[in-house]
Each structure stands twice: as C-alpha cells, then as structure tokens.
C-alpha cells in the first residue's frame, strides 16, 4: 500500500497530466503545449513531486524484496551494459550485414561508441544516471529538479551542427552526437501522437548509427492489453530508421530499446514486410482513445502500482473507448 505522501505526489502528476490532455482538446497540441511550458508554477511543483517520487517511493520500492516492481533505471543501464561494454551490438551488426547484402545496398557506416558513454536523458527531472561512471550524461527537463539538469523543451530543440548553451538553457544540439537517447516515462506526458513522433524524430537525429533510444512506459495491465499498440510503435519506429531489439513486459511497464540502424533501408524493410492491417504511422497511449469526463475535483489514486502513478485518466473519471485504436 502507498503511504499518505506517496499518494499525494501522485496525485498532483496525475492532475497536471489531465489538465494538459483537456486543454490539448479544446486548444490544440501546439496552443496547449505552449501554454503548458509557460506555466513555471505548475513545472516547479511538478518537478519537485516528481524528484520526490521517484527517490523516495520508487525506487525503494523496486529494492524491496517483496517488491514485483522493475526498475527503470536499472533496466537501462542493465540493458546499456550487455550492448555496449559486452559488445552485444556486435550481433546486431552482423544481422544488417546479412540484410544489406539481401536488399543489395552498401552500408557505409560502423558503430563509433564514445567512451565514457555519451548518454541524452530527456526528461530527466533530477539526473538518475549521473552515478554511473559508464555514462557522460547530458540530462535535459522542462523544469529541472536541479543543477546537474539543463532546462530545455526537447519538442523545440534544434539539431545542428553544434552545441549550443545559454547559461543553463540547452538551444541546440549536434546531430549524430549519442550513443544514447533514454525516454523514461516521457511519452506518455506528451499529449498527442504527432508531438510524440516528433520526439522520436529528433532522437532518430541525435544518435550515432547504432546507438539506442531506450523507451520504458508504464502500464500495470497484462502483456496482451495493450500489445497492437505496441506493435504500433515499433512500425513506427522502424518507418523511421530503427530497429526494436529488446523488448520486455515488467509488471507494471514496458521496457523497450531500439537500435538506430547503420543503413535507414533496412529498419524500413522490416516496417514493409511486417506491417499488419492495424498498424499506423502513429504512437500513440491507451489513454489516446479515452473520453475526458468534466468533472474531475478528484482523482482517484492507484495504492498499488507505481505504473498508477502515470494514469492520466484514471479509473473513476474515464468512459469507455470510444474508437477502437485496434
């Protein structure tokens, strides 16, 4: 059971997440994203529940014993180790070789790892990876929860040629520069499909040939609920050059990372040859496919997952789906 504190950080993120999904539906995703960056109030007080959270509830959570809860760091950096100091991604290379040859194209490109290991944390809030001496993190947030994070709207970076600061203020980014791009619980913030490609994107543009977005999000539900639309993502993802090459349903999320390939064909490929009657260019959340009920002065609080943390539309205040995303 979730403590009294623990319950009501979580119910502030769930009110900010709810508000910013109402105000998308009656100002549009550009409007209310634009209005959501500018409120430093609730972007302060957000930071600080999260922080919180995150430190004290999660993570302690997940080293109990009894605990059924993963990690979400701990997977990334599990994950980031068997692929890139045990040289995992030697396999994954040889699969492309054999692919290029097939599609009679050249790759022309190799894996360059810097290290240490040149890591961009988007939507970091407080800088988890910064105790890891494998990582050189360049940890990113809206609002940070302190000085070891830069403030930046990654949805409006631009990618260049060069690194750009402004004090504390990340303006631009070089292309091509990580070897790593870690989402932790961040799409599901984003409020809408299309805002949640263009993050995608830019990742896409930021990594290395080889290095890997790592993606987890929360859901408590069972491996199949949700899984077209995680079959959605990774289309998606492969239209765009990747290649998902873990995948893994913890309790309460899911845990994904996806390899940038050496040649954009041969993730594009895959996206060709695999793509169901379902699939969209599209990522989108179950949440996408909900009806928002007005009244909603409270919010019920999930007591048993941390995944319940990050419904935005919890059980209580959500009709059934109106159109089936499946």
Request: proline share 3%.
């Amino acid at each position: 059971m979730a403590c009294e504190e623990h319950k009501l950080l979580s119910q502030y993120i769930k009110e900010v997440h709810l508000t910013l999904r109402k105000s998308t539906l009656t100002l549009g995703a550009e409007t209310a994203w634009q209005k959501h960056c500018g409120n430093e109030d609730t972007l302060s007080k957000y930071a600080s529940c999260m922080e919180k959270l995150a430190t004290t509830h999660w993570e302690s959570n997940c080293n109990s014993e009894t605990s059924e809860a993963t990690s979400r760091i701990k997977w990334v950096v599990d994950f980031c180790t068997e692929y890139f100091i045990n040289k995992g991604y030697l396999k994954y290379r040889e699969k492309e070789y054999e692919i290029a040859k097939k599609i009679e194209i050249d790759i022309k490109t190799e894996e360059t790892f810097a290290n240490p290991l040149k890591l961009l944390d988007v939507g970091s809030c407080y800088n988890p990876y910064k105790i890891y001496d494998m990582f050189d993190v360049l940890a990113i947030d809206l609002y940070p929860a302190n000085t070891s994070v830069l403030q930046c709207d990654f949805l409006k970076l631009d990618v260049g040629q060069t690194n750009l600061f402004d004090n504390s203020t990340v303006k631009e980014i070089q292309e091509n520069s990580f070897d790593i791009v870690t989402f932790c619980f961040l799409l599901e913030y984003i409020p809408t499909s299309e805002l949640r490609i263009v993050a995608c994107e830019k990742a896409y543009k930021l990594l290395k040939p080889g290095g890997l977005l790592v993606i987890t999000t929360p859901d408590s539900k069972h491996v199949g609920a949700n899984s077209k639309i995680m079959k959605c993502w990774r289309y998606t993802l492969a239209c765009m050059g990747f290649n998902r090459i873990k995948y893994e349903k913890a309790r309460f999320m899911h845990c994904m990372a996806f390899r940038k390939t050496l040649e954009k064909d041969i993730a594009e490929r895959w996206a060709h040859m695999y793509k169901e009657p379902y699939m969209s260019f599209a990522i989108h959340i179950p949440q996408d496919f909900n009806n928002i009920k007005e009244d909603v002065s409270v919010i019920p609080v999930d007591q048993k997952t941390q995944a319940g943390d990050f419904q935005e539309l919890p059980f209580g205040y959500i009709e059934e789906a109106v159109v089936n995303p499946l």
